[in-house]
């Protein structure tokens, strides 16, 4: 059955029970300079972790979204990441081992996506690292305008934001912000991100071994996540210039950004598209940014939080402000972002 | 000829091994069932869950009493678990477990009012209602129905039977429901016309406590 | 048909016929601030080039293996790029365009990818070059050990080493060598370089509209290039372990290293496989390599040279000596490489 | 009743309409026999460079000679084509209407010596001998029987009859060919059993070729 699996499976893999371990090995294998595995707590922490009087940065959450959050452990970012087993939230003591790890006396900050099981084993971890003396701040991450936040759903996904949140939390506690200040930030990038995705394929989990969806030749899943589930709908499959009109509409009319003002459009693969066709969206989505005018002043290209090999893109917006800029700016040394140094 | 039949230490642990039995076999069918609304995993981590339960609970001594094995249970679903479902079911066990006490022997109430701190624990973690399409809608009426029958005083045998049937009435009660909680609540009305997951497998755990308190019969 | 081609693709595009056009366009725009893009000329060049005295680097091929060739222009790294059609070489005046533009007086050296197509339009571009009194060098890359080289074969398809050949050719341009040491360098990258590539899954050229072959779902395609053709032979699908067994034996039995030799394994992804699985890969490849008693001291792990959204991976194992460690350490800054800056 | 037909200019430009034209109509097919054994483009790229020919040959005016009409397909070729087909077609054009200087009337020798010289431009760039699997396995032949035709003083739509059903054989006898030269020749035995999509292009512009001439007739 599981053998079945692997050699059916179209995937570099040996045991689909072992893809998150052997695949974080060999993050920390090839990364030995800026992280390490604790395969005992199944967290990935930065080498030089703890960072006394630094404000300690986790984050976490199921697999299958790589380079998040693994990729993304470094100087200028974060301290430790999480992997649970692919899209299933990681248990609360792997985010404890993770906040002890990383605490150098100035507190952790934890970032959450929000989802029901992130959030809960997050909160159960919090408590427990509270119980040890360690001073925890979560910030919630709901980005995902395709969910209408309401008393009647569990709230909005947090998606792309999560990225920018890491990178600008992360120059913020390495420049020295207090827990507080740390968290404020990460809040803040929250607040003004906003993101839509669209799938053209699904994908596999590989300890289900086959498509979670099936998606036919001429038609798309309209507002997606980052688990492979099905989106808001269903629709015929459009233009990239159609797709980037919908994606700059669903999230500025959200965002609802001041004229004129200073955006960082993250337009990200969800695994299995190629560079060619991202760029060629993020050429559609600047011309739609600018016709209703805004103004994007930097800009993230890339497949960073990722639905497996699943084809399709996300457009997350956040409007910057002076002190945003310069954060985003700011040197960070990880796998998969790397600048300033 | 129902002789009346007493819960204690090996009612649990044979509880959670029917638990873990039931969610081996239905693991796929659970899977599937989130695949549609969800993100394909439940039965998974239903199955990894109660495997680990079953493998710690075989660990403990014959003397541990009833409480304290199902706050060990309930440890263990949640540090092996992750997702919702862990926090959740784990957060019921425990809870289960710590309104036992150090009783030995259980009577039905007993059991009642532990299903009541389980589905407690459910709600303050989770603040699903019925009608939410999630497991809440399968764990609430098999505890009022456990309560109504003990009230009755039905043998627990027999009132557990109650409670099993009530918990798969509420399984396919969500099937109409728009989901208000949890993953299935992305998709909107397109959550509707789908048996939600988790009340599945409540309905399958509940259905093993019946079997594990029959067999001591 | 163009339309139906359009709305029945699983791509981000607009028409199938102007996709490396807006792909590019979108490049330049998500990176001003490193390249431009000429249309009129068909050349992504590096924003301030012609640098003065400093030896042009110019690259090109067909598009569909984003990041290559553009993504890497950029200074440390290729000073232009010639993006041809889909798979297709790019035509002798482009190279000629990009030539001219890059020449900063001390001459300009071609990476010229081993392909019949890629040599004949670089071999007009650069008589043309010479007609003009520009001093060009012309290096082949043919590392692709898949291919017996041969008085029957047109050679070694020229695949992974191409990266780091560009990365390490121009940090030595950057570092001001001559035109004759800056192609040397190249040619010894190419020297102690090889690669060897499996495919999952076939790729979709846009002007098709369909997968260039068929791959079983038990199957793998092993031995492959980078243009979706088919590859050396089919064989059941391998675990990753054997796979990079696989890979490790080919590469290094071809270039038959030094006992205990540091290398650097490239572990390349075709552009379909999402990082979970390449990092899974690379830990094999690790083990493999030091099991193998070399030692890894440098590494690449990503998808740089691609296949459009082939699902797959290569191996390509550079043997190091410390001028090419010390030449893959400096400083790049280009949109899909970038450190030391 | 056959007219000797003469060759001039607005027979060039009709064999390069010609040319266009089965190229186009034959596009799928031949970028089908390329994804077989190379990169699946072959029909795309002749297509889009004999369309551009066409383009530039009706910007020019009547008067010129075949000569330079061909030299400006052949670099038009080389700068829309890409590929391995752009240069060695462009190279074969230009290095024909090099051959042809300023004659501006061209007999069945002209002609053949200009395919001769067609042919050395290809060779010189892409080293390929026929066996190799490639467009000069239907270029040669076609050659060679143009020359002994013309030689036999046949009329030359006559002679091109034959030489375009000699391309046609050397196209065919490519299929069982193992490649030596270009993207097929990676593939080893796997590039045997199936036809080289040059030569089959080859095929259909040296029946253009002949199709120009005789509607001169
Ligand atoms: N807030 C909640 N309260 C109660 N039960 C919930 C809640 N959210 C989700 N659930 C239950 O959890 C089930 C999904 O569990 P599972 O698939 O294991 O976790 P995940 O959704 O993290 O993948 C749902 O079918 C639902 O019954
Ligand atoms: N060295 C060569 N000499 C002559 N013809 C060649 C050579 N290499 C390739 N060809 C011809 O080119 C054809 C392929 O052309 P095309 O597909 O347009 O270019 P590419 O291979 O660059 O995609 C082959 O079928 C073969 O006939
Ligand atoms: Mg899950
Ligand atoms: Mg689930
Ligand atoms: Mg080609
Ligand atoms: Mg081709």
Request: proline share 4%.
């Amino acid at each position: 059955m599981m053998t079945t699996a692997t050699l059916t499976m179209k995937k570099f893999l040996n045991d689909p029970d072992e893809i998150v371990e052997e695949s974080v090995a060999g993050l920390a294998a090839a990364h030995g300079d800026l992280l390490r595995y604790d395969a005992e707590a199944r967290i990935i922490v930065r080498s030089d972790a703890p960072v006394a009087d630094k404000v300690g940065l986790v984050s976490g959450g199921g697999s299958g979204h790589e380079p998040l959050h693994g990729g993304f452990v470094g100087p200028g970012m974060l301290d430790a990441a999480c992997p649970g087993a692919v899209f299933t939230s990681p248990v609360p003591e792997q985010m404890l081992a993770a906040t002890k790890a990383v605490d150098g006396g100035a507190g952790v900050v934890h970032l959450v996506k929000n989802y029901t099981g992130d959030v809960m084993n997050f909160k159960l971890a919090a408590e427990d690292a509270a119980d040890e003396g360690i001073e925890v701040e979560s910030v919630l991450l709901d980005d995902d305008v395709a969910v209408q936040d309401s008393l009647y759903t569990a709230g909005r996904r947090g998606v792309g934001a999560t990225v920018l949140a890491e990178k600008i939390a992360g120059a913020a506690a390495e420049r020295g912000d207090d827990l507080a200040a740390v968290a404020g930030i990460a809040r803040q990038v929250n607040e003004k991100a906003r993101s839509f995705g669209v799938a053209l394929s699904s994908c596999i989990p590989p300890s289900a071994g086959k498509p979670i969806f099936d998606l036919p030749e001429d038609e798309m899943e309209v507002g997606i996540g980052i688990h492979g589930e099905p989106g808001r709908r269903r629709e015929p499959l459009a233009s990239a210039r159609e797709i980037a009109a919908l994606m700059v509409d669903a999230v500025a009319s959200d965002l609802n950004p001041a004229e004129g003002a200073k955006v960082l459009p993250f337009v990200n693969g969800m695994g299995g598209t190629p560079q060619l066709e991202l760029y060629l969206l993020y050429g559609e989505v600047e011309s739609a940014l600018r016709a209703a005018g805004l103004a994007p002043v930097r800009r993230l290209v890339g497949s960073y939080i990722t639905s497996l090999e699943m084809a399709g893109a996300s457009l997350t917006l956040l409007e910057l402000n002076d002190e945003l800029t310069t954060l985003w700016d700011a040197p960070v040394q990880t796998a998969a972002l790397r600048w300033g140094v | 000829m129902i002789t009346e039949s007493v819960v204690q230490n090996t009612t649990i642990t044979s509880w959670m091994q029917e638990s873990a039995r039931a969610v081996t076999a239905q693991c796929d069918y659970l899977t599937q069932l989130d695949s549609a609304i969800g993100d394909g995993d439940h039965g998974l981590n239903m199955r990894r869950g109660f495997d680990s339960v079953t493998k710690a609970l075989a660990g403990q001594d014959d003397s541990l009493l009833p409480g304290r094995l199902l706050i060990v249970a309930g440890k263990t679903l949640v540090s092996t678990v992750g997702g919702a479902s862990g926090p959740l079911w784990g957060t019921a066990l425990r809870r289960a477990g710590r309104s036992l006490g150090d009783r030995a022997e259980l009577t039905g109430e007993d059991l009642a009012d532990a299903l009541d701190a389980a589905l407690d624990g459910v709600v303050d973690l989770g603040a699903a209602s019925t009608g939410d399409k999630t497991m809440v809608d399968a764990l609430a009426p098999a505890v009022e129905a456990l309560h109504h029958e003990i009230e009755a005083e039905r043998p627990v045998a027999v009132a557990l039977t109650a409670a099993a049937e009530a918990a798969e009435e509420g399984m396919r009660a969500t099937i109409p429901m728009q989901a208000h909680k949890g993953r299935a609540s992305y998709l909107g009305e397109r959550s509707i016309g789908h048996q939600d997951p988790g009340a599945t497998s409540t309905a399958l755990i509940i259905r093993a406590l019946e079997a594990a308190v029959a067999a001591e019969g």
